[in-house]
């Protein structure tokens, strides 16, 4: 038995990503510079995350259940993540600039990867988990640097 699931993985990376969110909500107005640091700490882990699914994971998910990219469950998971790269990129925009004063994209990509990281958690992680065999879920971690 592998000792993580992709499950496991990709939670514990969901529960990172979002402790580094909420330390830059918390700690903007006081530290500005901190705050950039972990602005530009939870853009690149989630882009990586992103790419994780989008080039490792969905591909399994479709080839399995035949979907073509564009439609089904994957598709609507994809254009969730083109929203969250939006909302990423108006927050870099103006935390470049200095202005902090960025709640508006904050409250919408807040309910964005709620919604979507539920989604993958309760279905498509555990449905990835029971398809593949411990060979090929190992070789997925393997291909996301574990
Ligand atoms: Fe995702
Ligand atoms: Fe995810």
């Not at 993985?9 to 700690?27: A, G």
């Not at 469950?73 to 969250?84: A, D, F, K, L, S």
């Not at 807040?110 to 029971?130: R, S």
């Amino acid at each position: 038995m592998p000792t993580t699931t992709i499950a496991e993985f990709m939670e514990q990376d969901h529960d990172r990503l979002d402790e580094i969110f909420n330390r830059f909500h918390t700690i903007k107005k006081q530290d500005a510079q901190t705050a950039r640091l972990l602005f530009q700490e939870l853009k690149t882990g989630l882009h990586r995350h992103i790419r994780w699914e989008e080039e490792i994971l969905f591909p399994v998910f479709e080839a399995q259940a035949e979907m073509a990219r564009d439609h089904g469950p994957t598709g609507v998971m994809r254009n969730e993540h083109r929203q969250i790269k939006d909302l990423l990129e108006q927050i870099q925009a103006k935390v470049a600039e200095g202005d902090l004063t960025t709640e508006e994209a904050e409250e919408g990509l807040l309910q964005v990867l709620t919604a979507h990281n539920v989604k993958e958690e309760k279905i498509l992680y555990p449905w990835i988990d029971t398809c593949v065999s411990d060979e090929e879920r190992a070789s997925l971690l393997a291909r996301m640097g574990n």
